[in-house]
């Protein structure tokens, strides 16, 4: 099974036999896959009942839980990394969710989908109709994301949170891109962070 | 349907004294037990499954009093979520009980039935006992130990006071400790027993009377708690009971059993004075009260289960108003806080605490995959 292209570079970039938190960890890809190939201890979260089970089923370790509840039991540095792809959009408060994430982990990986792709932007400004896109497949009544951000608005936030990005990536097409232009052109961003 | 094929129940004594929560000392412990599949040749397929309150060792086995299929025969078995071709699974009476491993009904040393005489006993005790079985049958560590209910709290007890006895330990509904509410339902029952005049005191063996009244109103009370609400109102509504000449029920403005519900609970709890000792409710109510790991262990749930190095599974049951689903939290908070490695799960199923016995799929799944 390939992974999708975030967190194939989030499972390149962990370091092997580390403790991992994967939060919204679904079915457990991410994990069967740093378990698999590097040896990792990693322990999930995810809201979706159906899939802790399926996660518990193929041996995996997942909590049923909510990020923006039940971060708060786990005790600081917990974890070699704290991993969140493509929920901080959903999250009630994504400020305090990262601000649980870098307690929780010495480093943290973070993935978001860039609302200020050039997509996003034609919908916007030629149809003045709320984005439906590949990344952004659901229409805004339906749509769990209740947080859009853009790549610039995240970088933002790290500042006033005051946390170093030690590295990003960017995707367009489910490709890596360069830097130069990320805001325009990238669909999605991985960080990799620390406090 | 393919069942296990159990050796028929066997006891042993205990070759040492088992030292017991309360300071008091139980000589010569016997304890009956049930064993399904094969030990494999390196001890390191066995699976203890300690049982719930009214339960015991018959697992997979058909009940010897009642006919009826082990309780738990719908999971253990050849190619069952507890597959008995690959695993040893062991099941035991816990002490206090009145299936063959000692408990008050059992003979005290001067030929006389213990009765109140046998010593209150704790969860802990009844793990004790079972730790001392695995001793006997030279099983170093479990590959792991599965319970639901009070068998669930055994498992926890087990991984907190015995942490290298097993590698993984699935606590399907059930608390680590027992709740102001859980206590009073269980005290209703108590009473319900010693009010009876045929408890006498307890002294009720071979005196050709025995608490039945109060055994079955206590059983009928517990029995409310086991299941939902929606699934009571599924199972009767407000519907009538046929009368025993075949005609149809309706209001009899008197006290008979009118509604299904009300001779359904009173079936439930007759049919329960057959197969249980009133005595052992009251020890073995009494020692799920008691229950509290974390008063156990300095006040702090975590430091429970700071020591042990095994897989955790908690599930629990949307349903369960007995042990909720909070409960389950709390013991899922404290194992993140102590950084054991815990799955934690609240499957959906109609049919409140007594869904960790009955079909839910689900279930099913959890057990088999945590197990791999």
Known sequence: MTLRPDLAV???????????????????????????????DARG???????????????????????????????????????????????????????????????????????AHWRNRLALLWRGRMPVTRHLPVTWYETENIHHLTVRDFDE???????????????????????????WRAEYAVYLLRR | MATARPLPTTSLQLPDPLPLDSGQVLDGVTIAYETYGALAPDCRNAILVPHALTGDQHLASPHPITGKPGWWVRMVGPGKPIDTDRFFVICANVIGSCMGSSGPAATHADGRPFAMRFPVITIRDMVRANVALLDVLGIDRLHAVVGGSMGGMQALSLAANFPDRADRVLAIATTARHSAQNIAFHEVGRQAIMADPDWQGGNYYGTG?????????????????????????????????????????????????????????????????????????LYITRAMDYFDLAEEHGGRLADA????????????????????????RSLV???????????????????????FLLDVPALDRVVKGFLE
């Open chain 2, 333 to 355: 908070q404290a194992l993140n806080a102590a950084a054991a490695p815990v799955s934690f799960v609240e499957l959906s199923a109609p049919h409140g605490h007594d869904s």
């Open chain 1, 10 to 40: 989030i499972a390149r970039h962990v370091a092997p036999r580390t403790r991992v938190l994967d939060v919204g960890c679904g079915e457990g890809e991410l994990m069967a896959e740093l378990q698999a190939s590097r040896q990792v």
């Open chain 1, 157 to 183: 936030l790290l500042l006033q949170l005051q946390v170093t990005t030690e590295r990003r990536w960017f995707f367009a097409n489910d490709r890596e891109i360069a830097p130069a232009g990320a805001n």
């Open chain 2, 305 to 328: 289960f700071a020591g042990t190095p095994a897989r955790f599974c908690v599930v629990s049951f949307d349903t369960d108003w007995l042990y909720p689903t909070s409960e389950s």
């Open chain 2, 209 to 281: 009377r025995s608490p039945d009244k109060g055994l079955s109103v206590a059983r009928m009370a517990a029995h409310i708690t086991y299941l939902s609400e929606a699934g009571l109102t599924g199972k009767f509504g407000r519907r009538f009971q046929e009368r025993p000449d075949g005609t149809a029920g309706g209001r009899s403005f008197g006290f008979d059993a009118d509604f299904q519900v009300e001779s359904y609970l009173r079936y439930q709890g007759l049919a329960f004075t057959d197969r249980f000792d009133a005595n052992s409710y």
């Open chain 1, 45 to 115: 979260l995810e809201i979706d009942p159906v899939a802790v089970e399926r996660c518990v089923a193929r041996g995996l370790s997942a909590v049923q839980g909510n990020a923006d509840r039940d971060l708060a039991d786990y005790p600081d540095k917990a974890f070699d990394y704290a991993i969140l792809s493509q929920t901080l959009q959903i999250a009630r408060r994504p400020d305090l969710l990262l601000d649980e994430l870098l307690r929780i982990g010495t480093s943290t990986f973070v993935s978001f989908p860039n609302f």
